[in-house]
């Protein structure tokens, strides 16, 4: 944890393959969502990348707790949080639907959220090895974080019905958008 020595081989192996089950979900997905997106609205693409990422913060958690350590569950842990971000990111650029005027901005903070969303890995990295949390404990307190910040965001995501009679209205006024 100290070191500042490289890792040895089979950690180095260790964290590729869980960065790799972390980031192909989070490329392959985004089909999924947007079909999701399509047919049930903001709202619920939003929810989905929310409740996945709860199980993958608890599958985290969980399996770091004594007498756990379960390779196939560190696996389980890191898809499912790859796996939660494209759904999380569509649900929010919706935002900008919802409030038009400030749409580029909306839009802007979202790319960028997303890309930033590897610092996740520094903020736990502090936490574990500088504060000395356990991990179990950084896992719950990420899952509060996620749930406060997700139901602030769910509050301003429109609707499907609203976000279809908006789309409607447009089109019959010339406005297009879509």
Not at 61 to 88: I, K, R
Not at 114 to 135: I, K, Q
Not at 143 to 161: D, I
Request: charged share 10%; with cysteine; hydrophobic share 50%.
């Amino acid at each position: 944890a100290g070191s500042t020595t490289k890792c040895c081989e089979a950690q180095m192996l260790g964290l590729t393959r869980c960065s790799l089950v972390a980031f192909l979900p989070a490329d392959a997905f985004v089909a999924l969502y947007g079909e999701l997106a399509d047919r049930a609205g903001p709202r619920k693409t939003f929810l989905v990348g929310v409740a996945v990422m709860w199980v993958g913060l608890a599958l985290l958690g969980v399996n770091a707790l004594p007498g756990w350590n379960s390779e196939p569950l560190w696996y389980a842990a890191f898809f499912c949080m790859g796996a939660a971000a494209p759904g999380v990111f569509m649900g929010c650029l919706y935002i900008g639907e919802r409030y038009p005027a400030h749409r580029a901005l909306i839009s802007s903070l979202a790319a960028a959220t997303n890309d930033g969303a590897s610092l996740a890995f520094y903020v736990f990295n502090a936490l574990y090895f500088r504060a000395a949390l356990p991990l179990p404990l950084i896992s719950l307190l990420w899952l509060l974080l996620s749930a406060a910040l997700g139901s602030v965001t769910v509050a301003h995501l429109p609707s499907w019905a609203w976000l279809q009679g908006e789309r409607a209205q447009r089109s019959l006024s010339g406005g297009g958008g879509g």
